[in-house]
Antibody, heavy 120, light 110 residues
Framework: QVQLQESGPGLVKPSETLSLTCTVSGGSMRNLYWSWIRQPPGKGLEWIGYISSLGNTNYNPSLKSRVTISVDTSKNQFSLELRTVTAADTAVYYC??????????????WGRGTLVTVSS | QSVLTQPPSVSAAPGQKVTISCSGSSSNIGNNYVSWYQQFPGAAPKLLIY???KRPSGIPDRFSGSKSGTSATLGITGLRTGDEADYFCETWDSSLSTEVFGPGTTVAVL
């Protein structure tokens, strides 16, 4: 059974770069899509972007200038970099598997999430 | 501010039915598939409905989804205390070129 697990620092200073990794266990990453989604405390969900196993990416336009998502299928991992963070980037960050088929896309498997706080 | 609109909360007695609406526009719900997610406090969201009305394996048929025009609806029948959670709709917005989530609806069992 495929599982996802986020890892990375829980505290990042303002103006620095937030870096997270999602490890995929119990299955292959090949021919699939992988995504990052975040949720500020007490608020709703915001899609950050997704990446295919071949490295093709699509980002939320509101974050595109600050975001890079990368994949390493040899390690069964994909990663998120969010540059020049501010307090508004404080959130629980989820990695998720995104299934896309014939015009339909949905997030069918999620990691537990990791809280990242931006503070000096 | 989401481009999708959901009621902040709905409630009903155990055993009853609740429906949660998700209203959008032709750039999102009107021309794209809708999915629904259930989230308990402190936990990750879980896929409940995809392709407007399909249930993943393991999701009971008490949960149903439908779409008409620019609105989608999640229905929960035989309400249980274990259904108390937040529910989010989600779809692609062709104008914004982004996946969008609704603001979420909290279900309370009276």
């Amino acid at each position: 059974q495929v599982q996802l697990q986020e890892s990375g620092p829980g505290l990042v200073k303002p103006s620095e770069t937030l870096s997270l990794t999602c490890t995929v266990s119990g299955g292959s990453m090949r021919n699939l899509y992988w995504s990052w989604i975040r949720q500020p405390p007490g608020k709703g969900l915001e899609w950050i972007g997704y990446i295919s196993s071949l490295g093709n990416t699509n980002y939320n336009p509101s974050l595109k200038s600050r975001v890079t998502i990368s994949v390493d299928t040899s390690k069964n991992q994909f990663s998120l970099e969010l540059r020049t963070v501010t307090a508004a980037d404080t959130a629980v960050y989820y990695c998720a598997k995104w299934t896309y088929d014939s015009g339909s896309g949905y997030f069918d498997l999620w990691g537990r999430g990791t809280l990242v706080t931006v503070s000096s | 501010q989401s481009v999708l609109t959901q009621p902040p909360s709905v409630s009903a007695a155990p055993g009853q039915k609740v429906t949660i609406s998700c209203s959008g526009s032709s750039s999102n719900i009107g021309n794209n598939y809708v999915s629904w997610y259930q989230q308990f406090p402190g936990a990750a969201p879980k896929l409940l409905i995809y392709d407007n009305d399909k249930r993943p394996s393991g999701i009971p048929d008490r949960f149903s989804g439908s779409k008409s025009g620019t609105s989608a609806t999640l229905g929960i029948t035989g309400l249980r205390t274990g259904d108390e959670a937040d529910y989010f709709c989600e779809t692609w917005d062709s104008s914004l070129s982004t996946e969008v989530f609704g603001p979420g609806t909290t279900v309370a069992v009276l």
